[in-house]
């Protein structure tokens, strides 16, 4: 490995990565105690399109649990991607 | 064939498999042992994940419980899911790249502290304990329900199988095992389910079949139930009726709980890199929720079928599912005005509660030779009838159990519903027992009574932990304490109270230091606990009503409070007493950032 990352580096990675945690963990929330629980009622008037389905209970028990799926999916990409980025130039295996 | 037959052929194929993946991967050190080396492939650990964490309880019950709960039956669902996201987000990644083997591991050297490690190891063995008797129980009750021998036999075959490849693989045999009864459970829940759902909705996928319209109506699946239930007292399905309090409490204690469970978390310390630890979290939901967005579909199929088979049904002339699972049980009915009918409505239980019962349960007459059996032909109930027109008690585990009779479904498709469970019950019961013997051999004996212990001698002691850990968990399996099932959902609030703070405590901040971390978990599982046996079983002979709830929260969703007064007292305490020295500032800093920053390779977890 030709040098390590320098500690504005290393500062900056952690700041990106509180700044994703800060962002997935809001729309975690809001889709699981804000459109499963909060807001079940005021979504219940609508209907999931193209379905005789109310729309605060498809969130309560399907919508959420695949937004909580997309947000893993994202979180892994750009994590992996920060590492990368964290360790450009060091030579290192951006993997570990 | 009958069903006994095929049910025998689904049961003994399963159990053979099981056992050749245990001979073929055998642990040869203690790295295998508790991690499988860290060699696991991300797919593959995200599904043995996912059978570790699914249990009998989200097999046989769930949907059941959500059939009854309609809509507030989210809180397992979001609850049981959530908590993925945290600790994809929260946990994983960092337990891993600190690369050590357990929980308590990091506890202990994060917090610089044996007090520390050792009041970790107690609440890791106290939650495993809890939740593991009812696995053992859960395999039992499938075997008699399924094959008609003794609940207690079944508890020991059970046994058996778990200790031959949990004792012989340690975590590697449990992997391998876990993913095959992942492909067991996952196939025998869906073919059911869609075969009911092309029935009720004409659409293959249930999930799909959920948001569907009733078949050959235009009017939707789940308002068709709403109308239904309705109709005959019920409430509707599709609303709300729990406090939103309690909602929120609740699926908050099973998310942060499910984060902070043990025998999950240490799942990640089984693959090869931190980048894999990220996406086995996704798979593992995945395959998770494969299983519960198929839950609240089999909830509103089971529902609908049931209302329609059995309402003003007449007894004599009722399908034979009835009469066999009346005899397990599951179902009892009392004539109350005598018309030979199945009266089946919302106006409350059909009888009360009987003296040596904790809850409403039935409790048959029996002699010697035969039932004895009522003007119809059903089973007497020694609990007294109750005030209200109901006359039909249904367990709610009868929606996953019976479902494939209820609606039909040929011999093999029962046969393998047993298969699934105790799929699922075993698969558990195996990571918590490893949790259990890891705790033991490693944590206490090697991280803290006798560190010179060599390799062998602790790969020796952690095989007889696990298997003292069998007899004790089949032991609690066969003599219930009564509030197995009970206490199974509250391990959820022990693991929320303790853990979960103490280790996002732990990577998020550096302040945090082993007063503010022991006193924290100490508080926050004490209350926890006081809280729920003072509503579930007294305090010095006072038991507590839902009228006395702190803020209305239920002891379910206790483990919330519990948690922010861990969140509260760690700060605090932290605060008012000295900095972690320096090293610990390192080690944060160095589970923050990737390895390879610090010019180090990753190689996997190890002892040093």
Redesign the interface.
């Known amino acids: ?1 030709s040098k ?2 320098t500690e504005e580096a ?1 500062r900056l ?2 700041r990106a ?1 509180l700044k994703w ?1 800060a962002i ?2 809001s729309i ?1 929330a809001f889709v ?2 804000g459109c ?3 807001f ?2 005021f979504l ?1 008037q609508f209907k ?1 399109p193209g ?4 729309l605060g ?2 969130f ?3 919508g ?3 937004c ?2 997309i ?3 994202i ?2 990409r750009v ?2 991607r920060l ?1 990368e980025e ?2 450009a130039g ?1 030579g ?5 | 064939m009958d069903v006994t037959t095929w049910t025998y052929i689904f049961v003994g194929l399963s159990f053979a498999i099981y056992i050749g993946i245990a001979i073929w991967s055998r642990a040869g050190n203690t790295g295998d042992f508790y991690v499988a080396s860290g060699g696991v492939p991300k797919i593959a650990n995200g599904m043995a994940t996912a059978a570790d964490w699914m249990s009998a309880a989200s097999f046989i019950s769930m949907a059941g419980i959500i059939s009854t709960m309609g809509r507030d039956g989210a809180v397992y669902l979001m609850g049981w899911t959530g908590g993925y996201v945290l600790l994809a987000l929260l946990l994983a990644p960092y337990l891993r790249r600190f690369g050590k083997f357990t929980v308590p591991d990091f506890i202990g050297d994060r917090y610089n502290s044996s007090t520390a490690r050792v009041v970790a190891v107690f609440c890791a063995i106290f939650i495993s304990f809890t939740y593991v008797a009812g696995q053992m129980r859960g395999t039992g009750v499938v075997f008699s329900r399924f094959l008609e021998v003794d609940v207690n036999t079944g508890v020991i075959i059970g046994m058996v199988v778990v200790l031959f490849y949990a004792v012989l693989g340690g975590m590697k045999g449990i992997t391998y095992t876990q993913v095959a009864q992942y492909c067991v459970l996952i196939f025998a829940y869906l073919v059911p389910a869609i075969f009911i759902s092309i029935m009720l909705t004409g659409n293959p996928v249930p999930q799909l079949g959920l948001a569907s319209d009733a078949a050959g109506e235009s009017i939707g699946l789940v308002q068709k139930l709403d109308g239904l239930s309705t109709e005959l007292g019920f409430k509707e399905y599709s609303t709300g009726h729990k406090s939103l309090i309690d909602v929120l409490a609740i699926t908050l204690a099973l998310m942060v709980g499910t984060a902070g469970l043990p025998h999950v978390i240490v799942r990640f310390y089984t693959v090869k890199k931190v980048s894999d630890a990220r996406k086995s979290a996704f798979w593992a939901l995945l395959f998770i929720a494969i299983l519960y967005t198929t839950a609240p579909a089999i909830a509103v199929f089971a529902r609908t079928n049931l209302l329609n088979t059995v309402s003003e049904a007449t007894y004599k002339t009722i399908p034979s599912w009835f009469k066999k699972w009346e005899n397990s049980g599951l179902i009892a009915w009392v004539d109350k005005n005598a018309d030979g009918k199945i009266t089946y409505n919302g106006s409350g239980d059909a009888f009360q509660k009987h003296p040596s019962k904790t809850k409403v349960e039935p409790v048959f007459v029996t002699n010697d030779k035969v039932n004895e059996k009522g003007f119809s032909g059903e089973r007497i109930l020694l609990n007294e009838p109750s005030e209200n027109s109901n006359e039909l008690y249904v367990d709610p585990d009868i929606m996953v159990l019976a479902n494939p009779e209820i609606a039909k479904l040929p011999g093999w498709v029962i046969g393998l519903v047993a298969a699934g469970g105790l799929a699922a019950a075993l698969s558990t019961a195996a990571g918590l027992l490893l949790v259990i013997s890891t705790s033991i051999a490693h944590d206490l004996v090697k991280r803290t009574l006798n560190p010179s212990i060599s390799d062998k001698a602790e790969l020796l002691l952690a095989r007889i932990s696990a298997g003292v850990a069998v007899l004790v968990a089949g032991y609690f399996g066969i003599h219930p304490p009564g509030f197995v099932a009970e206490v199974v959902a509250f391990a959820f609030g022990f693991a929320a109270s303790s853990f979960f703070p103490a280790i996002v405590l732990g990577i998020f901040t550096k302040r945090i230091n082993r007063f503010g971390a022991v006193s924290g978990m100490i508080v926050g599982i004490t209350f926890t606990a006081l809280y729920i046996w003072y509503f579930s079983f007294g305090i010095f002979g006072h038991k507590g009503v839902p009228a006395d709830y702190l803020f209305g929260i239920s002891p379910q969703g206790i483990g919330t409070i519990g948690m922010l007064l861990n969140f509260a007292i760690a700060i605090t305490v932290s605060y008012l007493t000295p900095r972690p020295p320096k090293h610990i500032e390192d080690l944060v800093e160095s589970i923050r950032l990737p390895r390879a920053a610090f010019g180090k390779v990753d190689s996997g977890p190890s002892d040093h």
């Open positions: 490995m390590l990352p290393k990675y952690w990565n945690l997935l963990l975690w699981s105690y499963g629980i909060l079940v009622n219940d999931l379905t005789n389905l109310n209970f498809w309560a028990q399907q959420s649990i695949y909580f799926l947000l893993i999916v979180y892994a994590m992996n590492d964290l360790l060091t290192a295996d951006a993997d570990s």
